[in-house]
């Protein structure tokens, strides 16, 4: 890919030394050459500009029952072989709203506060070859279950809809990515389109779910970063 862009400082890159890494000037006297580029030679040794954390995109515990049962809960459920416990990444059952439930959701509470990065969802299929998935989904995060809020587009104002299964392969697992990176602690996600069976439906869910996140816990974050 070829990319037009540059930001060199006067005279550069010059190449001294063999200077074969770029860098990005910050907070210098020179106050004209902030931002701007410069080679180095790529032993050197600088603040970085973005960090990227040892267990970045780690999954919370969905799928390996770290999370307890529970700790999942949802609005309804549809008997007893479709509870919410079951909506787990890889379950050999999934959770399923009642029918009856205009406003589906699952949610978990993930025992710690985290940098949410995102979910992975699944459809299921049944030994009678029946394909179920939730399509589209919007998501809620908080630090506590009271002060849960939509994420949105990029926009900021518009609550995203993420997509998720297709009818063709309800199994495999999709993953959807936080681009705001929430903090939370509770991860609520609410199906707005289902296929079941043939026919795609308005608020059903079922559902399995995994949550990633970019680290342990929140404060873990903050520590290193002072």
Same mark, same amino acid.
């Given at each position: 890919?070829?990319?037009?862009?540059?930001?060199?400082?006067?005279?550069?890159?010059?190449?001294?030394?063999?200077?074969? =890494?770029?860098?990005?000037?910050?907070?210098?006297?020179?106050?004209? #050459?902030?931002?701007?580029?410069?080679?180095?030679?790529?032993?050197?040794?600088?603040?970085?500009? =973005?960090?990227?954390?040892?267990?970045?995109?780690?999954?919370?515990?969905?799928?390996?029952?770290?999370?307890?049962?529970?700790?999942?809960?949802?609005?309804?459920?549809?008997?007893?072989?479709?509870?919410?416990?079951?909506?787990?990444?890889?379950?050999?059952?999934?959770?399923?709203?009642?029918?009856?439930?205009?406003?589906?959701?699952?949610?978990?509470?993930?025992?710690?506060?985290?940098?949410?990065?995102?979910?992975?969802?699944?459809?299921?299929?049944?030994? #009678?070859?029946?394909?179920?998935?939730?399509?589209?989904?919007?998501?809620?995060?908080?630090?506590?279950?009271?002060?849960?809020?939509?994420?949105?587009?990029?926009?900021?104002?518009?609550?995203?809809?993420?997509?998720?299964?297709?009818?063709?392969?309800?199994?495999?697992?999709?993953? #959807?990515?936080?681009?705001?990176?929430?903090?939370?602690?509770?991860?609520?996600?609410?199906?707005?389109?289902?296929?079941?069976?043939?026919?795609?439906?308005?608020?059903?869910?079922?559902?399995?779910?995994?949550?990633?996140?970019?680290?342990?816990?929140?404060?873990?974050?903050?520590?290193?970063?002072?």
């Amino acid at each position: 890919m070829q990319v037009d862009f540059n930001a060199w400082t006067e005279g550069e890159p010059n190449n001294v030394d063999d200077e074969d =890494c770029v860098g990005m000037y910050g907070n210098i006297t020179q106050q004209d #050459s902030r931002g701007l580029w410069n080679d180095f030679r790529c032993n050197a040794s600088m603040t970085y500009i =973005c960090r990227v954390f040892k267990e970045c995109m780690r999954p919370l515990g969905m799928e390996n029952y770290e999370i307890a049962d529970n700790k999942i809960s949802a609005s309804s459920f549809d008997g007893d072989d479709r509870v919410p416990q079951y909506g787990r990444l890889n379950n050999e059952l999934p959770w399923t709203s009642n029918s009856n439930d205009n406003t589906p959701w699952i949610q978990v509470d993930l025992g710690q506060q985290v940098i949410a990065t995102g979910v992975f969802t699944q459809g299921h299929q049944s030994e #009678s070859g029946h394909k179920y998935c939730v399509e589209e989904f919007k998501v809620k995060t908080g630090l506590t279950e009271a002060s849960l809020f939509y994420l949105h587009d990029n926009d900021g104002t518009t609550e995203k809809a993420f997509i998720a299964n297709c009818a063709d392969t309800p199994n495999v697992a999709v993953m #959807s990515e936080f681009h705001s990176r929430p903090r939370a602690q509770f991860v609520r996600i609410e199906p707005t389109k289902c296929y079941r069976n043939g026919v795609s439906q308005i608020n059903v869910g079922q559902s399995h779910v995994v949550i990633r996140s970019e680290s342990d816990r929140a404060s873990n974050i903050d520590d290193e970063e002072r």
